[in-house]
């Protein structure tokens, strides 16, 4: 996919892949049609195949247990077993009985099991039990031989309860983490003095600089309306102060290559 | 250049930002054909749709060439799981847009979204939101109903998150002018009281102030000032909350809900609790009692009778308030609540330690704490901590204080109380640098900050700053102008600054609001201090003799 700079924000996405990362948090911060989620998925196609990662889009992501399916995506069959055996263990701490839900089949033990821990509960109980689990989880990806990529867009989104749960546990994992990576986007990120000194926070300007947008008009497939191009693309990052929502809905208005 | 791209260009140039946005999407409607320019429109009422959804809007298939074209557009983006959505900016764009210029189809695009979503599952909550909101803009007949009655189910199930997404999608049309009223109102009452749950008590202020603005409904209008108060009281500004709860009670009255009275009533005998005004707490919580036997409100029944336990034991009446406290122990067991039923465990807790039944105490501590874990309430089994630390700190077992305040603050670090406290027994243990990182902390948090006043007047007190120490008491008793010892307090330093005489005046007015043996103990220990760092004099020891004279009449 074609991406017109934010070359410092890629490069940040890079070091966060290296083994010796320092900072395993990066935060991209930006107003709407800044290309935040554009720079996400293109961070997306970055990630080598033998590396977990999971991306969770908040605009569709209401509650934990979806947030639960998702983290599950990024465990490897035997650690899977393990973090079952944990979510088991809290039910049974917990004196929850999940006999009668189990005729959904094995597949399905886990959101039955989950389902069992979260139904009924108040806030509070909700938060401890997310404790748990994302400690449980993050134990399991720390005895993986790579690291784990999570991608996170829209926070601001997100409901409260899940906010929380993203800086206060998630983040809070991530900082103490060796195999752990996450990256969030947003119009308002979590802030934490918790975990802030294992984030980088890279802002979402715009993209000003006209040459920048040349490879991106090729890939549209797209032509100048008048020559030459440079020019255009000079005074069309002036008009829009380098907005590059504006400037992709005007690229696409450009006559098609011939 | 091309005409067309040479006139646009100037256009832009002479717009200002909000036109120029504006005709940035208007030139890429232009570019599309008329099918494609109605599909855009359309596309934009939902927050997310389908080629189905998207068809039921318009009224009008879309072939499948054009609605692949539709996606394809820069604005147009992937909804995961559901489809696709046109990107916040644009829409928002769109909509204005189209409010400001054809409302009558705004509405009837609404109306049909809002057919095509009534026929999903309403179980779903993604689809039952999405009903609502069309419902509410297509000015649906039943639509305001159903929006209140959705919104108080999800309330009192604990569906926060289903509640929050509703009144954040209501909020976002509210937001831009398209919904006013009673509607506005109450989703600015549903968000600010998430806010109050979630702590954000400045954003639950404005909400409930916007609300305000927005409706002359008597319910809602009560409901709201009566927030406004809890989210003052959990700010500590009691002033303000008792103004509002005591604005509220008429109107309460007025609209005969009467259990809303009685918890309006109940949160001002709170307000005077912790504004040590004991007799006036006493007459609010006998006033409620009543009125929540009537309506059969077990819990509120209870709380009164907590809250007058509570007076009694800090006016140091411990059998009295022993009885209260077993008597609500009793119906928070039959009512099988086990939050209240823990913290009524809690609080007998603490009566055994202010009885100095030291054994009992900590053993009913740790009880109410494993409670608390089991319940999983982090910060009320941070709470049973900070009272074990308590009444270590007052037995001056300083090492089992120290490690108990500090078990507090790992279980639930942002109660400002446990720094406070933690901050006062490093004082004691003349620990000054690590008692001012503990106030330092407490105003990052800053909750309550009479409590830290009170900590920094101590710490100028002791490292013979006076001035300092006299206007921080100054300031606290300005908040607490009934506590006892805040005022005894305030005599000390008025001592040390060698205002002899109003140091008299003020500790005889002080020792008329101490009640409880350890509040004496303290005092007295300070008066030690005191004559340690300034100096003995015969007025120490006339005071000393005033308050050993108080402690002896008791």
Redesign the interface.
């Known amino acids: 996919m074609s991406i017109a700079n934010y070359k410092e924000h890629r490069k940040a996405f890079s070091a966060l892949l290296e083994a010796d990362c320092s900072k395993p948090i990066l935060l991209f911060k930006g107003g709407s049609g800044m290309g935040k989620s554009t720079l996400i998925k293109h961070c997306r196609t970055q990630i080598d195949k033998d590396i977990n990662h999971v991306l969770i889009d908040l605009r569709t992501t209401s509650n934990f247990l979806q947030i639960f399916d998702k983290l599950a995506e990024c465990l490897t069959s035997e650690h899977f077993d393990n973090f079952r055996g944990r979510l088991g263990e809290l039910n049974r701490q917990l004196n929850i009985n999940v006999a009668g839900n189990t005729q959904a089949g094995v597949g399905n033990m886990i959101n039955v099991e989950l389902n069992a821990l979260f139904e009924n509960t108040t806030l509070e109980q909700r938060a401890e039990r997310y404790t748990a689990l994302t400690k449980a989880w993050a134990e399991e990806i720390n005895n993986l031989d790579k690291p784990c990529v999570l991608l996170i867009d829209v926070y601001e989104r997100a409901n409260s309860e899940i906010k929380q749960w993203i800086d206060g546990d998630l983040l809070n994992c991530a900082a103490k983490s060796t195999q752990m990576r996450v990256v969030i986007a947003g119009q308002n990120l979590p802030e934490s003095l918790e975990w802030e000194h294992c984030s980088e926070l890279k802002e979402l300007v715009g993209v000003h600089e006209a040459t920048e947008w040349l490879p991106v008009v090729s890939a549209m497939g797209r032509r100048t309306p008048e020559e030459p191009l440079l020019t255009y693309l000079v005074a069309m990052c002036s008009i829009f102060k380098g907005n590059p929502d504006d400037i992709v809905k005007w690229i696409k208005t450009f006559p098609p290559q011939q | ?2 005409d ?3 006139d646009f ?1 100037s256009k ?2 002479n717009a200002n930002e909000s036109e ?2 504006w005709f ?2 208007e ?2 409607l232009q ?1 599309l054909s008329e099918t494609l320019r109605q599909a855009v429109w359309a596309a934009a009422v939902p927050h997310w749709f389908d080629q189905d959804f998207l068809n039921a809007v318009l009224a009008n298939p879309l072939k499948d060439s054009d609605f692949q074209v539709l996606t394809e ?3 147009v ?1 992937v ?4 489809g696709f ?1 046109v ?4 829409r928002n764009l769109l909509l204005t847009q189209l409010w400001a210029t054809n409302k009558t189809r705004y509405q009837k695009l609404s109306k049909r979204a809002a057919a095509y979503c009534k026929k999903q599952d309403q179980n779903i ?2 689809w039952r939101v999405e009903t609502l909101y069309h419902g509410l803009l297509a000015s649906n007949s039943t639509a305001k109903d159903d929006f209140i009655k959705q919104s108080v189910d999800w309330h009192n199930r ?1 569906q ?3 509640l ?2 509703l009144t954040k999608v209501v909020l976002e049309a509210v937001g831009s002018g398209k919904l006013i009223g009673d509607v506005a109102a109450w989703a600015a009452f549903w968000h600010a009281q ?1 806010d109050n ?2 702590s954000r008590y400045s954003s639950a202020q404005d909400f409930l102030r916007q609300a305000l603005n927005q409706t002359a409904n008597n319910l809602l209008v009560a409901n709201c000032i009566y927030s406004l108060g809890e989210a003052y009281r959990y700010l500590s500004k009691y002033d303000q909350a008792r103004d509002s709860y005591q604005q509220a009670l008429p109107i309460f009255r007025k609209i005969k809900s009467r259990l809303s009275e009685a918890n309006c009533i109940l949160a001002l005998g709170q307000v005077h609790l912790a504004l040590a005004e004991y007799g006036q707490a006493r007459e609010r919580y006998r006033e409620a009692l009543p009125i929540f036997q009537e309506v059969k409100s077990h819990l509120g029944e209870a709380n009164c009778i907590i809250g007058l336990g509570d007076v009694h034991c800090s006016l140091a009446e411990y059998d009295q308030a022993h009885d209260r406290y077993q008597q609500a122990l009793l119906i928070y067991q039959r009512i099988k609540n086990s ?1 209240v039923e823990a913290n009524c465990i809690h609080k007998l807790g603490c009566l055994y330690s202010a009885q100095q039944q030291t054994e009992l105490a900590i053993v009913t501590l740790q009880q109410a704490a494993q409670l608390y874990e ?6 009320s089994k941070g709470h049973c901590f900070n009272s074990l630390a308590t009444l270590y700190q007052r037995q001056k077992q300083f090492t089992s204080a120290l490690s108990a305040y500090n078990q507090a603050i790992e279980i639930f670090p942002n109660d400002t109380g446990w720094y406070q406290n933690r901050a006062d027994l490093y004082i004691k243990m003349d620990d000054y640098e690590k008692a001012e990182t503990d106030i330092k902390q407490t105003e990052t948090i800053s909750a309550d900050p009479v409590y830290t006043l009170l900590r920094k007047a101590e710490l100028a007190l002791w490292q013979q700053q006076t001035p300092q120490a006299i206007e921080f008491c100054q300031q606290a008793l300005e908040q607490r102008p009934a506590d006892g010892n805040f005022r005894s307090f305030f005599a000390l330093t008025l001592l040390a600054n060698g205002q002899t005489q109003a140091a008299y005046t003020e500790m005889e007015q002080a020792l008329t609001a101490i009640y409880q043996q350890h509040d004496f103990d303290e005092l007295l220990d300070y008066l030690n201090k005191l004559a340690k760092i300034y100096g003995h004099s015969a007025d120490v020891d006339g005071l000393r003799e005033l308050i050993l004279k108080r402690c002896q009449k008791d």
């Open positions: 250049m091309n067309k791209y040479q260009l832009l140039q120029r946005d940035v999407m030139f890429s570019n557009l820069s604005f983006e909804y995961p799981e559901r959505n990107h916040e900016r644009s909550a993604a604990f926060f998150d289903n929050e997404n998430l749950y979630y939050l089991v319940i999983g309430n982090k910060h």
